[in-house]
């Protein structure tokens, strides 16, 4: 199987994103499509995972995060993760 025939990636939608295994490329339309998915599923706050490194995926899920009406907020996590994650809270229907 090539690359281009490889099936879709499903991801539980449990209110968290690790973006670790995702090219950067694919960044955006996963931060948006799990958003959608976690409103669908009545999941209101969310953590994407970014990781610190030089701060290239956290900016870019930040600018991302900037764009989408459905975001009231968002920040690094408090907890644990410190800078490597983004917490996130959703409007709600």
Not at 29 to 51: C, F, Q, T
Not at 53 to 74: A, C, P, W, Y
Not at 80 to 87: I, K, L, N, P
Request: hydrophobic share 35%; aromatic share 6%.
């Amino acid at each position: 199987m090539t690359y281009q025939e490889q099936e879709p990636v499903v991801l539980p939608i449990d209110g968290i994103l690790d973006l670790h295994t995702f090219s950067p490329k694919d960044v955006p339309s996963l931060v948006d499509e799990y958003i959608r998915a976690a409103m669908e599923n009545e999941i209101y706050e969310i953590k994407i995972i970014h990781g610190k490194g030089k701060g290239v995926l956290r900016r870019m899920v930040h600018s991302r995060l900037e764009k989408n009406t459905q975001v009231i907020d968002f920040g690094l996590d408090k907890g644990s993760s410190g800078w490597g994650a983004t917490t996130v809270r959703l409007t709600r229907p």
